[in-house]
């Protein structure tokens, strides 16, 4: 089975401040890691991924996530947090082998404060 | 701009009723998933296709049904809707190592 900890429903950051939204995952082999994003009444929009390869991933909007093996973690980042970073944010991932699909946290809303 | 689509954006219906809720990708994504998420909560897969003929149950039961009789259609159906199917259904598709690619969604609500 394959699973997503997000550990904390919120996290509150200043603007101009960096961000982090924390991320650890199981799975069978090696992983797919992604984070997406979502704003009310929308779906959702992919912001960054991890297949192979380096360990730091850049993504859209100034995002970038840390994949480190050893800690089963996936955590996303920003240096400086815009207010328009508010939002819903998901990580998934699935194994690299297999009929799988994406398995998702339960989401972190991410409140930047101006 | 993803190409993967879902209509109707929003449906209220009686209990009852048979709705089908429709979503079409023009990527030729041979992935595609139905996800089910109640407002600001976590995502839960309910059905998955890894190609044309081929459909499974997610980690979600579900009393819905879909069909893949062609690549880039994927529609979910519920036969009789009941006020506990009132969420929010997401559309999905994707190819071997490629991220996954949402549609809009669909805001179910059945009075």
């Known amino acids: 089975a394959q699973s997503v900890a997000q550990p904390e429903d919120q996290v509150n950051v200043a603007e101009g401040n960096p961000l982090t939204v924390k991320c650890t995952y199981s799975?069978?082999?090696?992983?797919?890691l992604f984070w997406y994003v979502q704003y009310p009444n929308r779906g959702l929009q992919f912001l960054l991924k991890?297949?192979?390869?380096?360990?730091l991933v850049k993504g859209s909007y100034g995002f970038e996530a840390e994949f480190n093996k050893s800690q089963t973690s996936f955590h996303l980042k920003k240096p400086s947090a815009l207010v328009s970073d508010s939002a819903l944010y998901f990580c998934a991932v699935r194994a690299n082998t297999g009929r799988r699909a994406l398995t998702f946290g339960s989401g972190t809303r991410l409140q930047v404060q101006p | 701009e993803a190409d993967i689509y879902q209509t109707p954006r929003y449906l209220v219906i009686g209990t009852g009723k048979k709705i089908t809720l429709e979503c079409s990708q023009t990527?030729?994504?041979?992935?595609m998933y139905w996800y089910q998420q109640d407002p600001g909560m976590e995502l839960h897969l309910i059905h998955y296709?890894?190609?044309?003929?081929?459909?499974e149950k997610g980690d979600l039961s579900s009393e819905s049904t879909v069909s893949r009789i062609r690549t880039e259609h994927f529609p979910l159906t519920l036969e009789s809707a009941r006020p506990s199917h009132t969420s929010q259904y997401l559309c999905?598709?994707?190819?071997?190592?490629?991220?996954?690619?949402f549609g809009q969604g669909t805001r179910l609500t059945v009075v």
């Open positions: 999905a598709s994707s190819a071997e190592l490629t991220e996954a690619f």
């Open positions: 990527m030729g994504h041979d992935k």
């Open positions: 296709s890894y190609g044309v003929n081929s459909t």
């Open positions: 991890y297949i192979t390869g380096d360990n």
């Open positions: 799975v069978s082999g090696n992983p797919y």
